[in-house]
């Protein structure tokens, strides 16, 4: 027998104002909308909705909300609603319970507790509409040695490095996981604003070779896709060690979302589940891992930074230390709050901790051991605002990959439904029906609109604290304080509390 | 002139273009007042059909048929290239109902007259109103050759 559960969202339907044009009907894939010829009204199966508002958005007479149920259990503080509700989904089930986007959990978010400074009569502030603003930034080692050549002049023997014109990046998202459309957006938008977007796991599609020069390309524990083409064709490449919604296991892309263009693009059987292991097989140790940096840079004749991604757990800032040491350029960190296509629905909510504390953790141990400049460091993982820009830059990050925020940009609602592959939007999905939702042309503006703004923000936020550059930002934790937290917190974070001066 | 284009790739059949156009028509500020509980006249089509689906209205030919075939003259082509049909001249034959290669000519409502799209300028939108609401923009207005 399997138990009842009533919707945690219902649908409502303004009668008043439904003109039973039937569109919500032809846009849900969850085929929640139904039209009754006899009556010739809309009715809606609640049980069926994912919530991801896409009919509420189309409505061109605004009849639909979704609300929060109210049904409920006996109140207890102890065992909630959800917490009953997915105990019986796997008495019914006996399965792992699956989830999609980032941990929804009243976990304390640290960006939220951090305040930003602002000069006043002492320090003036700048004003960016009338003074220059730098908020272009590279990524690479910054350690040179000093050579000189036969005739006395210096060598340049900087390391290759990432130009950005704004300090943030789209994050690792795999085309498989996410609709060649939602790629078309992103690279086409990396492309206009001068920054990365990232292929993720999935491998690159050869229609995308074109954005190579904004193409940060993965290198993944399932090695999808990796071969030399998809090398030479990137800016740089990232050895993806872990993620922040799943850290400690692999990924795995359901057999009905490796249509015949993934399964090219990632260089495996159509229709055949893509798994990709937890560890890398070959890496075991900061030597092992050392191995396949150089092999990349060998293979790509040191022309690329390498980053390595990993997932912000317990001992992120000695496995740091290890990977600067490993000769990574870039340090990519993801907080527990970053999203995924999937994950197991107890790792996304409880393994890992935020990106604020793992980067404070991070940033100071390298500089303790002296090797900060040996790596550049690009934080994940729920980075929502421009305001949460400054604060990472200013904690000590030199960039910030977006992913959610991006998604969202491109109609994304977090309906952590993603697993599904019915993605009412276009993105999550490989239906070609569902794809076509998501116009790249208008997709890539949003995505141009999203980042341009939060440039301008950034800009008006660093003016107001009398600092003119990104640069001059980075590493300088003066510059925030702390709100409603504790002493550990504060230590942790390397930050004073609010009221506390210079 | 600046035409009324489809591009089949990315409309999703919502038929939103049909809805948005017959209120539109309608001249009223609010669609559930102009819509609710009444038959929908647009001007406008969703065609759909083995995974293909695409909104067809006037192309506004240079050379319409519908022009050369109405026999009471209502039918002209405007000095701004817009095929328009005058209502009062019209005697409901139907003529270019029948020549119309695209279908983009229909019945009127009242059944003694022919209606199609004009540009929306014989109603306040100012602009194509099928083009303003398409939601992935797959209707356009623009100039091509």
Redesign the interface.
Known sequence: MNMYLYPEYEVVRDESRCISCRVCERQCANLVHSFDAETGKMSADSAKCVNCHRCVCLCPSHALKIVKSDDTYKVNANWDNQTINEVYKQANSGGVLLSSMGNPKPYPVYWDKMLVNASQVTNPPIDPLREPMETQIYLGKRSVTIERDERGKLKDTLAPQLKLRVPVMFSAMSYGSISYNAHEALARAAEELGTFYNTGEGGLHKDFYRYGKNTIVQVASGRFGVFKDYLENAAAIEIKMGQGAKPGIGGHLPGAKITADVSETRMIPQGVDAISPAPHHDIYSIEDLRQLVYSLKEATEYKKPVIVKIAAVHNAAAIASGIARSGADIIAIDGYRGGTGAAPTRIRDHVGIPIELALAQVDQRLRDEGIRDEVSLVVGGSVRSSADVVKAIAMGADACYIGTAALLALGCHLCRSCHEGKCNWGIATQRPDLVKRLNPDLGYKRLVNLVTAWDHEIREMMGGMGINSVEALRGNRLMLRGIGLTDAELRILGIRYAGESM | MKRVYVNE??C?????CE??CA?AATGLSD??KA???KP?YPRIRVEEGD?VCFSVNCRHCREPLCVQSCISGALSVGGDGVVRIDREKCVGCLTCVLVCPYGAVMPAPDGHAAMKCQLCTDNACGEPNCVK?C????IVYEERG
């Open positions: 790739k990315w999703l059949g919502c038929h939103l809805y948005e209120f669609i559930v819509l609710k509980g929908v995974g609401h939601p992935n923009n797959a």
